[in-house]
């Protein structure tokens, strides 16, 4: 069964230093996003991708953060300059469509920690 | 502003017993409605979806409802298995692109 794919599992990062964390979408899926959920609390919305352009954005992915499809298959989230509170697991999901039966399916998450 | 609540937050029964999860929104302008698993530390493994047309989706001992008006829906189990122990989150599509999660319920079935 297809499925989205993440790398790596875990970083550890110290504060200041950049990371990037990978995705490989389902591949016939047109719509991607990153969420977040840090340790005890809800996942939150970061960002989603169409058509080379982010679609929408939240509050949360400010200009420390970056997405890039910079292939046919890869989704990557940059992380400019890290800080503590990046601390989090960070889901890609992606969707074949932006509609009422478009089902979403996640990553299994890359565990992001900056000491 | 969209906000997301299941109740309740934990929840810890014998198996083999059945059991609803709730989960309410607060805009019932919403594309659709879907359930999740998360077991500790991993991913979310997408269990059920409900179009915003749909009154409920069945998937083996998983039925999803959705009452739009009323800005509910529930999860039913039936009859639980250890296996079934995760945390469930419902999360609701709006109009725009910001799929909103609650915080979940963490289900504990007793062997």
């Known amino acids: 069964e297809p499925e989205v794919t993440q790398t790596p599992s875990h970083q550890v990062t110290q504060m200041g230093q950049e990371v990037i964390l990978r995705c490989v979408p389902i591949s016939n899926h047109l719509y991607f996003y990153w969420y977040r959920q840090i340790l005890g609390q809800k996942v939150e919305f970061l960002v989603s991708f169409y058509n080379n352009e982010i679609s929408e954005k939240s509050e949360i992915f400010d200009d420390q953060f970056s997405v890039e499809r910079p292939d046919g298959s890869n989704f990557t989230l940059k992380i400019r300059s890290t800080k503590l509170e990046d601390s989090a697991m960070y889901f890609c999901?992606?969707?074949?469509?932006?509609?009422?039966?478009?089902?979403?399916?996640f990553g299994e998450g890359s565990r992001l920690t900056v000491l | 502003k969209q906000e997301v609540t299941q109740i309740p937050a934990a929840l810890s029964v014998p198996e083999g017993e059945n059991l609803v999860l709730n989960c309410s929104f607060t805009d019932s302008a919403i594309y659709n409605l879907q359930w999740f698993r998360q077991d500790p530390g991993k991913g979310l493994t997408s269990l059920l979806l409900i179009q915003s047309s749909q009154r409920e989706q069945t998937s083996g001992r998983l039925n999803a409802s959705l009452d739009k008006s009323s800005g509910r829906s529930t999860l039913y189990i039936a009859a639980s298995q250890p296996g079934d122990s995760a945390t469930y989150l419902c999360?609701?599509?709006?109009?725009?692109?910001?799929?909103?999660f609650g915080k979940g319920t963490r289900l504990h079935i007793l062997p």
């Open positions: 999360a609701v599509r709006p109009a725009d692109d910001k799929i909103i």
């Open positions: 999901a992606s969707t074949y469509r932006r509609t009422n039966t478009g089902e979403l399916f």
